[in-house]
């Protein structure tokens, strides 16, 4: 489930207009002018260019204001407490500090951390790089790096290739189930197999879930935020 944001504005803004597109694949996006009456979620966008009712905004309580503007309106705002972000707009690091700022609210300020377990280097930088703007990830270069890991680390769930050499995801996922300290930390397997014999050896293990490593990325965050939020 995707986390809703109020964006309010009261006039169209080429920059914060292309920026709330970039973050929709994200984040619920719901657009507001500054004087409507609408449900406050827990995170609010402000456009700053032609605001015309900042004051009622800013009375708003328990609930996280960033403001959208150029250096002159960011230096005029009235907003106490806000955070804010200066055009040019880096879309890329907004999406980051909007998702740590959720993690951390919804996680009493830390990020849930994932294990990630996979020979291929290229599957490893791909979903480290999507995954860490949400959570802590530990990469995992196979099986046995992976048990070394865990000798230190306690993560909230591991993402386990099931299709491994040398120590297959089978494997691993007995090691970690036979070793008290580990036994009670979820395991995911991810796979390449969309057979129904495969699919049916996975199930069989009963893990957590498993994945597809062909899903798109937006899909494999879903799921695993899905997970967590039950």
């Keep these: ?50 605001l015309e009712n900042g004051a009622k905004i800013s ?9 959208l503007g150029n250096q002159i309106e ?5 907003f106490t407490g806000a955070d804010f972000f200066v055009k040019p707009f880096n879309n890329n690091e907004i999406r980051s500090k909007l998702l740590e700022f959720i993690q951390n609210n919804n996680n009493g ?8 377990v ?3 280097a290229v599957m490893i930088r791909t979903l480290r790089e999507g995954l860490n703007t ?4 530990l990469p995992a270069n196979g099986g046995a790096n992976a048990l070394k890991i865990l000798e230190k680390a306690k993560p909230d769930l591991i993402l386990l290739d099931y299709e491994m050499p040398v120590m297959n995801g089978p494997q691993v996922l007995e090691a970690i189930r036979s ?18 014999a495969s699919i049916e050896k996975i199930e069989a293990l ?10 798109p990325l937006a899909e494999i965050k879903e799921i695993i935020q899905n997970f967590f939020d039950k």
């Design 1 to 50: 489930m995707k986390e809703k944001i109020l964006y309010i504005s009261d006039r169209p803004s080429m920059g914060a207009d292309m920026l709330m597109k970039s973050l929709a694949d994200t984040f619920e996006i719901t657009r507001a002018r500054s004087n409507d009456n609408v449900t406050i979620p827990k995170i609010i966008l402000v456009n700053l260019a032609g």
């Design 59 to 67: 009375k708003i309580k328990n609930t996280k204001i960033f403001l």
């Design 74 to 78: 960011i230096n005029n705002n009235k």
């Design 109 to 116: 300020g830390t990020m849930q951390t994932i294990l990630l």
């Design 118 to 120: 996979d020979d291929d």
């Design 134 to 137: 949400s959570y802590k990830v």
């Design 179 to 196: 070793n008290p300290a580990t036994a009670s930390i979820p395991v995911m397997f991810l796979t390449a197999k969309t057979d129904s």
């Design 206 to 215: 009963k893990p957590q879930g498993h994945m597809l490593k062909t899903l």
